[in-house]
Antibody
Framework: EVHLVESGGGLVQPGGSLRLSCAAS????????MHWVRQAPGKGLVWVSH????????SYADSVKGRFTISRDNARNTLFLQMDSLRVDDTAVYYC??????WGQGTLVTVSS | DVVMTQSPLSLPVSLGQPASISCRSS???????????LTWLHQRPGQSPRRLIH???SRDSGVPDRFSGSGSGTDFTLKISSVEAEDVGVYYC??????????FGQGTRVEIK
């Protein structure tokens, strides 16, 4: 069974930074585009960022452009999301996914003073 | 950006009764490769989303055949032929054309009457 396990979430003050990780196992990680999708409390799913198979192409939702950076390490089967200049409205569960049939369990990011 | 609009947003259903959810996209989801990139996801309370159907009507492995997807172009439907207790939760349509931004519908909450 495929596993995508996110980590790195937590409580951070506005303006702070966090780095999320997503470890993939039993999954041909290096063959897939990967994405981060977030879900604010009680709200729907929102796409955040994508990266292609070798990390040379990335894209971002307008709401996070210039503040978040996606990257990957195919040797370690790991996806990352560096989140800087965090705002209160970035508070959400962040999911790592291939947007196909593989989703992680999510990691909660809370931005609050 | 492709806007995805679902209806209804709330759907109370009796056990054993059928249910139907509509999803409309602001632009055609037919890609130049000939595929139509419309996906249905199900999220149970407290869980990650799970893909049910991709490319309009292809059920994922392990998805009961009471779930079916149909549609074309910009109009799509998810049907549950006979609702069971485990079907409660929120259903999302998602456009998966392989270029950013990827977008989701607002979600339809299915509950048992």
């Amino acid at each position: 069974e495929v596993h995508l396990v996110e980590s790195g979430g937590g409580l951070v003050q506005p303006g702070g930074s966090l780095r999320l990780s997503c470890a993939a196992s039993r999954f041909s990680f290096s063959s897939y585009w990967m994405h981060w999708v977030r879900q604010a409390p009680g709200k729907g799913l929102v796409w955040v960022s994508h990266i292609n198979v070798d990390g040379t192409t990335t894209s971002y939702a307008d709401s996070v452009k210039g503040r978040f950076t996606i990257s990957r390490d195919n040797a370690r089967n790991t996806l990352f999301l560096q989140m800087d200049s965090l705002r209160v409205d970035d508070t959400a569960v962040y999911y790592c996914t291939d947007l196909n049939d593989h989703w992680g369990q999510g990691t909660l990011v809370t931005v609050s003073s | 950006d492709v806007v995805m609009t679902q209806s209804p947003l709330s759907l109370p259903v009796s056990l054993g009764q059928p249910a139907s959810i509509s999803c409309r996209s602001s632009h055609s989801l037919v890609h130049t490769d000939g595929n139509t990139y419309l996906t249905w996801l199900h999220q149970r309370p407290g869980q990650s989303p799970r893909r049910l159907i991709h490319q309009v009507s292809s059920r994922d492995s392990g998805v009961p055949d009471r779930f079916s997807g149909s549609g074309s172009g910009t109009d799509f439907t998810l049907k549950i032929s006979s609702v069971e207790a485990e079907d409660v939760g929120v259903y999302y349509c998602m456009q998966g054309i392989p270029r950013p931004p990827w977008t989701f519908g607002q979600g339809t909450r299915v509950e048992i009457k």
